[in-house]
């Protein structure tokens, strides 16, 4: 079993930054499959990056490509996503998730994910 809590979230001006930290116990990210997905108000839960288990590839989503960086840092067994140049359509429920029982690639889609943490709330104003 995987917790998974994440970090960081918070209120900030459009063209900030803010830096999200998701933190798991009973197993490392550095075996897993690991995503970031955000829920605005009223809509979907939407992909917004992810990175393989060997941290070898990532993939962001257009709508933060440029803008956002996923990291990780194994020995704290930590995940980080920065957050540049922030948009009033950011503003959403961000969270972290984790997929054990697939092994390759990049996931984006919120079905394959094993681990949700609670999420936690950006808010970008204008």
């Known amino acids: 079993q995987v917790q998974i809590v994440e970090s960081g979230g918070g209120l900030v001006q459009a063209g900030g930054s803010l830096r999200l930290s998701c933190a798991a116990s009973?197993?490392?990210?550095?075996?897993?499959?690991v995503g970031w997905f955000r829920q605005p108000p009223g809509k979907e839960r939407e992909f917004v990056v992810g990175i393989s288990r060997n941290g070898g590839s990532t993939y962001y989503s257009d709508s933060v490509k440029g803008r956002f960086t996923f990291s990780r840092d194994n020995a704290k067994n930590m995940v980080y996503l920065e957050m540049n140049s922030l948009k009033p359509e950011d503003t959403a429920v961000y969270y972290c998730a984790a997929s054990a029982r697939l092994r390759v690639g990049v996931r984006i889609n919120a079905p394959e994910y094993d681990y949700w943490g609670q999420g936690t709330q950006v808010t970008v104003f204008s």
């Open positions: 009973g197993r490392t990210f550095s075996g897993l499959i």
